[in-house]
T-cell receptor
Framework: DAKTTQPNSMESNEEEPVHLPCNHS???????IHWYRQLPSQGPEYVIHGLTSNVNNRMASLAIAEDRKSSTLILHRATLRDAAVYYC???????????????FGKGTLLTVNP | EPEVTQTPSHQVTQMGQEVILRCVPISNHLYFYWYRQILGQKVEFLVS????????KSEIFDDQFSVERPDGSNFTLKIRSTKLEDSAMYFC???????????FGEGSRLTVL
């Protein structure tokens, strides 16, 4: 699996935007960029994914660099409930596998201050 | 909103005992996964399951582990003879397609004494 690099931790204030970076300089043309998060004492939770274009959903936005070597997860207005570990994961849907499992790294621990 | 449910939430067992962790995936999902997370460490892939057979397994998933979908709704992980190092949170996940998002349960904490 292609490797991603994320900061170990970040801090934000409540109701302010948060930009969580991810570097994936060895990304292949068929890798999709996925973001999951894990709230304290819970299982991972899907946030968003994209291939080339920026994506928006009700939880977040994903900004993908033109060369696809990096991406940024944007939480538009952080709440205390957004405090979690955020994982940036590459998933290659042309790898020939049948299940395209997720491979988690260490992620970024986001702390949200009230 | 449909969810993946796991039981038990916490199990304490003696080393060498057999443990079965149960999962009820989302009803129309066809792809199933088990992951584990040792305290303070990464979420690690154990096994994926589709069409009543294992699709892929990691090196962690040795002969002591097995999975089963006994009745079309439950998806179980069995550890035949638990070791101290099996103590972890075990997460079940399901997906509607092999490229779809994974939906995770809240986990079963296994403590081996």
């Amino acid at each position: 699996d292609a490797k991603t690099t994320q900061p170990n931790s970040m801090e934000s204030n409540e109701e302010e935007p948060v930009h969580l970076p991810c570097n994936h300089s060895t990304i292949s043309g068929t890798d999709y960029i996925h973001w999951y998060r894990q709230l304290p004492s819970q299982g991972p939770e899907y946030v968003i994914h994209g291939l080339t274009s920026n994506v928006n959903n009700r939880m977040a936005s994903l900004a993908i660099a033109e060369d696809r070597k990096s991406s940024t997860l944007i939480l538009h207005r952080a709440t205390l409930r957004d405090a979690a570990v955020y994982y940036c994961i590459l998933r290659d849907f042309n790898s020939g596998g049948s299940n395209y499992k997720l491979t988690f790294g260490k992620g970024t621990l986001l702390t949200v201050n009230p | 909103e449909p969810e993946v449910t796991q039981t038990p939430s916490h199990q304490v067992t003696q080393m060498g005992q057999e443990v079965i962790l149960r999962c009820v995936p989302i009803s129309n999902h066809l792809y199933f996964y088990w992951y584990r997370q040792i305290l303070g460490q990464k979420v690690e892939f154990l096994v994926s399951f589709y069409n009543n057979e294992i699709s892929e397994k990691s090196e962690i998933f040795d002969d002591q582990f097995s999975v089963e979908r006994p009745d079309g709704s439950n998806f179980t992980l069995k550890i035949r003879s638990t070791k101290l190092e099996d103590s972890a949170m075990y997460f079940c996940a399901s997906s509607g397609s092999n490229t779809g998002e994974l939906f995770f349960g809240e986990g079963s904490r296994l403590t081996v004494l």
